[in-house]
Nanobody, 117 residues
């Protein structure tokens, strides 16, 4: 059974930093492109960053230069280092696999990030 456990969120002031982690219980983790998503209150979930199985990353424009996604295949874990945080980054953050064949797996509980002074 696929399971994602996100952690590392919290309340941070504008300009601050957080590091999110996502532990994945998923077979063959190392072959999947993984993604970090976020969902702000009243908005649709959006894909924020992706990392391929070889470590290539992509980001949406609003987080480029501020967020860095990485992975540790030995630990079945992906990370999202977030810096220069803005109030508009406030959301619940989730991770999931990105597979055009299998689609996303069941969503985890996410981790809340709140950026506020």
């Amino acid at each position: 059974q696929v399971k994602f456990v996100e952690s590392g969120g919290g309340l941070v002031q504008p300009g601050g930093s957080l590091r999110l982690s996502c532990a994945a219980s998923i077979r063959n983790f190392n072959i999947y492109t993984m993604g970090w998503y976020r969902q702000a209150a009243g908005k649709q979930r959006e894909l924020v960053a992706t990392i391929t199985n070889t470590g290539n990353t992509n980001y949406i424009d609003s987080v480029k230069g501020r967020f860095t996604m990485s992975r540790d295949n030995a630990k079945n874990t992906v990370y999202l280092q977030m810096g220069s945080l803005k109030p508009e980054d406030t959301a619940v953050y989730y991770c999931n696999r990105i597979s055009t064949i299998l689609g996303p797996a069941a969503w985890g509980q996410g981790t809340q990030v709140t950026v506020s002074s």
